[in-house]
């Protein structure tokens, strides 16, 4: 078994590192497209064959720390895709962002099996992703916690349908909290998650719980469910991470501690499970277990990810792509937390809408998605 991993440098990527040095999995390649240092270190411990950069300024620095190794070092977007299209056991896709679905395609159309930690995939990607899924042959594994925790839950379905998933969210750091408590919000409180450690992107996401939409939307496309059979629940203290319901009523969950190692290794050595480090559950002490209803009008992001996946089309990849250039805007101090839910659902609304998209009209769907929210704060409207 040996691994492409690309996104080496960030959280997902350093704990499959984690996962790959504990279990011996060669690793056959990585990408990455900052923290140089990181990534050296990582190259020398690893030695993989392949390394690619997409930003060329980092390229030629890497190229000099690893002079005394073997090993291709490539750079451009196209040379992730490169990597993803390499014989291997496993593609890991833990790129942050829009820039995750070209190197999934890539993957799918190498007939390779994909671990897939970039949501956005899915969430841009859409129908178009699960067709390319389907007619190469390819398989995927989310690596999503909630994902995984679904998936494992199915396990034993012993093929019947569900009737609905749960979708369990923690509600981040502002649960609880209305819109005027919201307007002040500093990046470093936006940045404090009470359960998980993530990166900054994704801890926005999960502070405006734009991230419970975008699993929302993932979760329709690869458990082929209706929106409406997708319930999204707080549940503060991310211990069940999420359930399935049966015709008859039974639900079944999956529990863990929050660690994200135990989903990245089933992704990588499923169907077997192998010992895991992370710290175990223990019921007795994770005392009691709450469960709400989520308020999507102070988190409105909420509101248009669902939206979005109703309309369909293009609509998820709108809302995805005004995210990632609102989020931006506002881990640089330029707009409010609450300006990224309104950019967002501004965006939903004025965005051309395509009903049956092909890959080109994503592509043109996401600059114009980032163009849309970058000419709103230009102007002074955000
Ligand atoms: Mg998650």
Redesign the pocket.
């Known amino acids: 078994m040996d691994v492409v991993l690309l996104g080496s440098t960030g959280s997902i990527g350093t704990q499959t590192l984690d996962v790959c040095r504990m279990h011996n999995i060669k690793v056959k390649a990585l990408s990455a497209n900052c923290s140089v240092e990181l990534l050296e270190t990582q190259a020398r411990e690893f030695l993989p064959e392949y390394i690619a950069v997409s930003d060329e300024k980092y390229y030629h620095d890497i190229k000099t720390r690893l002079s005394d190794l073997n090993v291709k070092i490539l750079c451009g977007d196209e040379s992730v895709c490169e990597l993803a299209a390499l014989k291997c056991g496993r593609v890991v896709n833990a790129v942050v962002g829009f820039a995750g679905l070209l190197p999934t395609l890539s993957a799918f159309r190498a007939k390779n099996s994909v671990a897939l930690a970039n949501k956005e995939t899915l969430v841009a990607g859409g129908e178009l992703v699960m067709k390319a899924l389907e007619e190469n042959g390819a398989s995927l594994l989310l690596i999503?916690?909630?994902?995984s925790a679904i998936f494992q839950c199915l396990l034993g379905a012993g093929g019947n349908k569900f009737s609905k998933i749960i979708l369990t969210a923690s509600g981040g750091p502002f649960f609880g909290k209305h819109r005027d408590e919201l307007k002040n919000v500093t990046k470093a409180q936006a940045l404090n998650h009470p359960n998980w450690n993530m990166g900054a992107k994704i801890t926005v996401d999960s502070a405006t719980m734009m991230?419970k939409g975008l699993?929302l939307i993932e979760a329709v496309h690869y458990f082929k469910a209706d929106p409406d059979q997708v319930e999204i629940v707080i549940h503060r203290q991310s211990v069940v991470h999420s359930a399935v319901e049966f015709e008859d009523g039974a639900i079944i969950a999956q529990l863990g501690t929050a660690d994200m190692r135990i989903p990245i290794q089933l992704a990588l050595t499923y169907p077997k499970r192998l010992h895991c480090p992370a710290k175990r559950l223990s019921l007795t002490e994770a005392g009691k277990l709450t469960f709400e209803k989520p308020d999507d009008d102070t988190f409105c992001c909420l509101k248009a990810a669902k939206s979005a996946i109703k309309m369909g089309g293009n609509a998820p990849c709108i809302v995805n792509c005004a995210n990632e250039a609102a989020v931006s805007l506002f881990l640089n101090d330029k707009i409010g937390f609450l300006d990224i839910g309104e950019a967002v659902n501004a965006a939903l609304n004025d965005v051309k809408f395509i009903s049956n998209p092909s890959l080109d009209d994503i592509l043109d769907t996401k600059n114009a998605s980032e163009d849309y929210v970058f000419s709103r704060f230009k102007q002074g409207e955000i």
């Open positions: 999503d916690s909630e994902h991230n699993e």
